[in-house]
């Protein structure tokens, strides 16, 4: 079983920066998609980020591309999202997901949440103008 718990978010003003971090329970070395989704008030969950951790592509929605930065640190065992120049618009829940398995989309285009099984509480990110 896998556990993910996203920490990290905030309140910052318009153009600031945050970095969210994800902690993956498992140590396990299993082949898996990371991504990285958000949901504000009223909107469906939009997927940001997704990639491979195996290594490859990384893919960003056009709303975050340029901005934000997806990784991955295996000795902390974490993904993490670094977010620059935040605008109201990323007012929003940022959840961490995680998909086993190679998956030949993944890092390419958005995928559908339910393609992900394992899933973080998220953390809320809230940008003031």
């Known amino acids: 079983q896998m556990q993910l718990a996203e920490s990290g978010g905030g309140s910052v003003e318009t153009g600031g920066s945050l970095r969210l971090s994800c902690l993956i329970s498992?140590?396990?070395?299993?082949?898996?998609?990371m991504a990285w989704y958000r949901q504000a008030p009223g909107k469906e969950r939009e997927a940001i980020a997704n990639?491979?951790?195996?290594?490859?592509?990384?893919f960003y929605a056009d709303s975050v591309k340029g901005r934000f930065t997806a990784s991955q640190d295996n000795n902390k065992n974490t993904m993490d999202l670094q977010m620059n120049n935040l605008t109201p618009d990323d007012t929003a829940v940022y959840y961490c997901?995680?998909?086993?398995?190679?998956?030949?989309?993944?890092?390419?285009?958005?995928?559908?949440?339910?393609?992900?099984?394992?899933w973080g509480p998220g953390t809320q990110v809230t940008v003031s103008s």
């Open positions: 498992s140590s396990a070395r299993v082949s898996a998609c």
């Open positions: 990639f491979f951790n195996g290594g490859g592509s990384t």
């Open positions: 997901a995680v998909g086993l398995g190679w998956w030949d989309d993944c890092g390419r285009r958005a995928l559908r949440t339910s393609a992900f099984t394992f």
